[in-house]
């Protein structure tokens, strides 16, 4: 074990010593294995990834055949034999949500198999580098979407740069946490080909599904290979100039469906699938900051602000539209029909991450905080075996969506998301500090310690919370010896009086509550930066700051633009979006008025959902007599519970917004 943590503390220094001698980040985040959690809300679920999730990905790929294509592709015998192309990267996102998981918890048992997955993957390389089971199994006849040759679909659906980009994440993540070269070398023997094929002179394509740009970024790091981050800008600056029809409103046939409709300094607004979309424009915030180029960052700053200020949903979630798992147009967020896919939450907190790091702004933290308790694990059950792939915004018995779930799965045809999220929840940790110098950021508020250098001196800082229920926070600061710090803690907007980083969603009355900051018991004064409260001192070992937060329960209100949510409320507390289930309220949330004068009393209940604060509320309920013939009111409680928590007690009703008063009925026959 020793050994173990000695050489990933060497790889993880030369890594810094060459990040140094490079332009990137401001700002650094602080690696997931510097940080030791002890609270109840995200260990739980980190041992549920690694107890649950992980084995049951890897599990669910070799009985649906992902691994046997492998297996295949070896020996050039068979029939592909699963649905999708990129299902090869079914297996890449669990190896990595695995490596992730070994880094913190040594399990020899894991790390033999991981090796005995890197095996089977080698053999299905071809000599060249070349790794891509829907054409290596069988040439002559590749799957459908992969085209007669190498590359030539690749724009469109053959995915071949996206398997790619995928296997070189999951190869970073297993070099990072065991120091084996297995998978690394696979993958860097790709990425060579790939430098050889693609460039200026050479094959010139926009890949149809963006990561490959971000994974190049990973090996680009580790190996100082510069080619690889050349390759990353070509890829991005490649979008724009394929001809399609300009004038059609249609997203695959004018190029929106791929952001490939104009080049990407060019584009202003948040479009195309979303999934796609965070993938991209994660890629350009990594190669802006390597770089410095500024014309991506003003686009990216562009884009950002369009996807947060007219294409949000409230809980955090963004892709609406289920025809090409897409952004719609500006405002243009249903609920009945609100599509949310996982993955595209994933993707959200990878870009406001990043967009942090570039920027040094709190309103990125929010965002990726608002989605990461709400949107993005809402699509894992708290069994951690359990899946959405859509992520509603409300289920009636009425009317239903086809392409909305009302129940949870245990694996998919198409099963990214289910993978992504055995990639995404180990690595949390990673998302909590920050620093820049002498500046040290705490974005997310989770019991722990983490031990950080400040101007190479050793720092040690412990949270005390419960958090996402309570909030009241204690850092406790321990410097190896007295230093002269800026710890910068993040005051949310939530407790802001600002429901979202715009006017897209607001709280209908202000907090009274105040937000007090001690230092060892004393009120201190601070200045505000860009969202964090800053409080520079020489610090020494056993000082204590103390954070209180107000956790009124908001009532939040939309943009008067977003049509399907006029005169409607959602309810928030702290960080943590609410909705009523069917399980609470006698089988109909959908009923239910909230008039202004309605007051919410939050109870914890630890029985309840793995441990949850429920929300009580004196509510109207419309009723209709079994006639069918009357309708009348009637005093009700309504009981909301975490939105992220809904659809773990089985299938019924599930609503977010509610009316505030009774405008008009529509009468429907069922």
């Known amino acids: 074990m020793y050994k173990k943590i000695c050489l990933l503390a060497a790889v993880c220094c030369s890594l810094s010593a060459f990040a140094q001698k490079q332009q990137d980040y401001p700002i650094q985040p602080v690696p997931f294995t510097s940080v030791k959690l002890s609270d109840h809300f995200w260990t739980s679920r980190i041992e549920t990834n690694r107890t649950a999730t992980i084995p049951a990905s890897f599990a669910r790929c070799e009985s649906t055949g992902r691994v046997k294509n492998f297996q295949m592709a070896a020996t050039h015998t068979g029939k592909f034999c699963t649905t999708y192309p990129f299902d090869d990267t079914d297996i890449?996102?669990?190896?990595e949500g695995a490596s992730y998981s070994l880094a913190v918890h040594p399990d020899p048992r894991l790390d033999h198999y991981i090796d005995s997955m890197i095996t089977i993957i080698g053999k299905a390389q071809e000599p060249d580098g070349y790794l891509y089971t829907a054409r290596t199994i069988d040439p002559i006849h590749p799957q459908a979407w992969a085209g007669p040759e190498r590359w030539v679909n690749e724009q469109n659906m053959s995915h071949e740069l996206y398997n790619c980009g995928h296997m070189y994440e999951a190869a970073a993540a297993h070099f990072m946490a065991t120091g084996k070269r297995n998978f690394l070398n696979i993958a860097l023997k790709n990425a060579d080909l790939l430098v050889r094929t693609f460039g200026p002179g050479k094959r010139t394509v926009a890949p149809g599904h963006e990561i490959v740009e971000m994974g190049l970024v990973r090996l680009y790091r580790i190996s100082g290979k510069k080619e690889y981050l050349d390759l990353a800008k070509f890829f991005i600056d490649a979008r724009g100039h394929k001809e399609y029809n300009t004038k059609s409103k249609n997203p695959f046939e004018n190029g929106v469906y791929w952001q490939d409709n104009t080049p990407v300094i060019n584009q202003d607004e948040a479009e195309g699938h979303a999934v796609r979309a965070m993938y991209l424009y994660s890629g350009m915030t990594d190669v802006a900051a390597l770089t410095g180029d500024k014309e991506y960052i003003a686009a990216i700053d562009k884009i950002w602000d369009n996807m947060v200020t007219k294409k949000i949903y409230v809980q955090g979630?963004?892709?609406?539209?289920?025809?090409?798992?897409?952004?719609?147009?500006?405002?243009e967020l249903p609920n009945t029909t609100a599509y949310n896919e996982t993955c595209a939450a994933i993707g959200n907190v990878f870009w406001n991450q990043r967009m942090f790091l570039l920027h040094g702004d709190a309103k990125y933290i929010d965002?990726?905080?608002?989605?990461l308790y709400n949107g993005l694990i809402s699509g894992v059950g708290l069994d951690g075996k359990s899946f959405f792939y859509t992520n509603a915004m409300q289920i009636r018995d009425s009317f239903t969506h086809p392409d909305i779930e009302r129940e949870r799965s245990g694996w998919f045809t198409c099963s990214c998301c289910p993978t992504n999220i055995a990639r995404l929840i180990p690595s949390i940790p990673g998302y909590m500090y920050a620093q820049n110098g002498k500046d040290v950021y705490v974005n997310l508020f989770i019991s722990g310690s983490a031990n950080l250098k400040v101007a190479n001196k050793a720092l040690k800082i412990t949270q005390q919370n419960n958090y996402p229920w309570d909030g009241g926070l204690v850092f406790n600061v321990d410097p190896a010896s007295a230093m002269d710090m800026n710890l910068k803690v993040r005051?949310?907007?939530?407790?802001q009086d600002k429901a979202i980083p715009s006017d897209l969603y607001s709280y209908e009355k202000s907090s009274a509550q105040k937000i007090e900051i001690k230092v060892n018991g004393k009120p201190v004064e601070y200045q505000m930066e860009?969202?964090?409260?800053?409080i520079s001192k020489k610090w020494k070992k056993g000082d204590k700051v103390e954070l209180t937060l107000p956790m009124d329960v908001q009532r939040v209100i939309a943009n008067e633009k977003l049509a399907d949510d006029n005169g409607k409320i959602a309810i928030q507390r702290g960080p943590i979006m609410y909705c009523a289930e069917w399980k609470d309220n006698t089988g109909k949330p959908s009923s239910f008025i909230i008039s202004k004068d309605v007051v919410f009393t939050p109870t914890y209940n630890a029985d309840l959902l793995n441990g949850v604060m429920v929300l009580k509320g004196d509510v109207k309920s419309v009723n209709v007599d079994e006639a069918g013939q009357n309708i009348n009111t009637s005093n009700t409680t309504l009981t909301a519970i975490p939105y992220y928590s809904w659809a773990n007690r089985g299938k019924g009703e599930m609503q977010l917004w509610f009316p505030e008063q009774v405008k008009f009925v529509d009468l429907l026959s069922k």
Do not use: C, Q
Not at 92 to 95: D, E, L, N
Not at 367 to 371: F, G, H, P, R, S
Not at 491 to 495: E, L, Q
Not at 530 to 534: D, L, Q, T
């Open 367 to 371: 965002v990726l905080e608002k989605t």
């Open 530 to 534: 860009h969202g964090y409260a800053v």
């Open 92 to 95: 890449y996102k669990t190896i």
């Open 317 to 331: 979630s963004i892709g609406a539209v289920g025809d090409g798992e897409r952004f719609g147009g500006n405002y």
């Open 491 to 495: 005051i949310p907007g939530w407790a």
